[in-house]
């Protein structure tokens, strides 16, 4: 086979370009720290690479979304515990005011602190996230969703009303799970319950217009049994259809000597005609401090409501009690009835009464908000506690990824420094080798 010296020269120059190509890619890896450089140096390691870095990325927008979540809920939670403080201040000061030994001077004054409570709470309501939307307007993040309203022909102080929503802004925090990074004002301002949280008391009145005449107070009242309530509250024949459902404990003397009677007081929302009071009762001796069981003796067998209530002092003739389901009342309406309550002058001993029964129903439903804030927060502090193991297994699956990237595409370095010494001693030896064979010709032996 005959070889020309072009062939020679050629060949010895491919080899050369190879060996400088090879060392070139040995120094790039060596810079960069990296095994694959393009997809062609290990194909099915470099989408595999593509598969976990793509994993990655999707678990990285979860921790950011961990984090958002876990910074708003952090703020939720600091606003709440300044709300618990705020009442269980506006509740001292209610039983401070409560004592009937205070003039209406006194009284007022507490008032006048207590309306600066009132405007603390409306800003707490009102506070933002960092971003600058509501925390507490559901879905309507840039609507301020508590809003103080003039005085009204029926009432002469000014109320708050909600002009968010029950939404809720969910945040996916992982693969299956959603989870809201705010609370609704609606659930922790507007929707306390009254009384004890299933039924209020009050005092009813001694005929139109009049107030009870006597000294006897009734108390917040106990469930005994929340099946019996429900049951007793959903039975329409019991009620006879009505709406507005309540049971009225009426007093009576004769010959000084002191009774009360159960009646089914219930009325019928307007323009509907109202009811008159029915007795579900018998006539029943009364002694001060008594509990009054709540019962319906008139169906077979007697309906037990599963509740009670004791009534201390001495009603007089015409007295009345009321027991009704409890309604939902905004801590911003219980603060203001509160201190309308205040101003209004005590210079009686009827208005002293009826002033400790109001005063004692207002400190029940303080007590209902103060419990209602505590449910909210057992409910944001458990969605920080999800949050935290969360962001825990978002931390260690980080690792694993960055682990399994490492060995897929991270270089060996002892290997690759061998590699590259020895295509650089092989790159010289061509190199050597092409000089030698181009020196070779036949006029040096003529």
Request: proline fraction near 4%; charged fraction near 15%; aromatic fraction near 6%.
């Amino acid at each position: 086979m005959r070889i020309s010296t072009t062939q020679i020269y050629a060949a010895g120059l491919v080899g050369m370009e190879q060996n400088q190509s090879q060392v070139l890619k040995l120094q790039n890896r060596i810079a960069s720290g990296r095994r694959i450089l393009t997809p062609a140096d290990d194909p099915v390691a470099a989408a595999r690479v593509l598969e976990v870095t793509q994993t990655k990325d999707v678990a990285a927008e979860y921790a950011r979304n961990q984090g958002d979540a876990s910074n708003r809920l952090g703020m939720i939670d600091d606003q709440l515990t300044a709300l618990t403080d705020l009442l269980q201040s506006v509740r001292s000061r209610t039983v401070q005011a409560a004592n009937t030994v205070l003039s209406d001077s006194d009284r007022v004054a507490i008032a006048t602190e207590l309306q600066a409570r009132l405007d603390e709470m409306l800003g707490i309501a009102n506070s933002r996230s960092a971003e600058g939307d509501y925390l507490f307007s559901g879905y309507q993040g840039t609507a301020i969703p508590f809003v103080r309203t003039a005085a009204s022909s029926t009432s002469t102080s000014s109320s708050v009303a909600y002009f968010g929503d029950d939404g809720e802004r969910l945040l996916q925090v992982s693969p299956s799970q959603q989870l809201a990074a705010n609370i609704a004002g609606s659930d922790l301002f507007m929707n306390v319950r009254e009384g004890n949280g299933n039924f209020s008391t009050a005092a009813g009145g001694n005929g139109p217009g009049l107030p009870n005449q006597g000294t006897g107070m009734i108390d917040a009242g106990s469930l005994l049994d929340r099946q019996k309530w429900q049951g007793a509250l959903n039975n329409d024949s019991l009620w006879q259809g009505s709406s507005q459902r309540e049971v009225q404990i009426r007093f009576s003397s004769v010959a000084g000597v002191s009774s009360y009677q159960l009646f089914d007081a219930s009325t019928n929302a307007p323009p509907a005609a109202p009811l008159a009071p029915r007795a579900i009762g018998p006539v029943q001796s009364f002694t001060p401090g008594q509990t009054i069981p709540v019962v319906n003796s008139t169906t077979t067998p007697p309906t037990d409501f599963g509740a009670q209530v004791v009534i201390d002092g001495s009603p007089v003739d015409g007295d009345t009690f009321i027991v009704k389901p409890s309604a939902n009342k905004s801590m911003f309406q219980t603060v203001q009835e509160m201190l309308d309550l205040l101003r209004s002058p005590v210079d009686s001993g009827t208005a002293r009464t009826a002033f400790s029964v109001q005063m004692q129903a207002h400190l029940n439903n303080l007590d209902q908000a103060l419990a209602n804030v505590g449910r909210v927060q057992a409910t944001v502090g458990a969605r920080l506690q999800v949050l935290d193991g969360l962001s825990s297994s978002s931390s260690a699956l980080d690792v694993q990824y960055q682990q399994t990237l490492s060995g897929l595409q991270d270089l060996d370095y002892a290997q690759a420094i061998s590699d590259f010494t020895r295509q650089q001693t092989s790159l010289e030896a061509a190199q050597k080798s092409f000089v030698q064979i181009a020196g070779l010709s036949l006029f040096k032996y003529l």
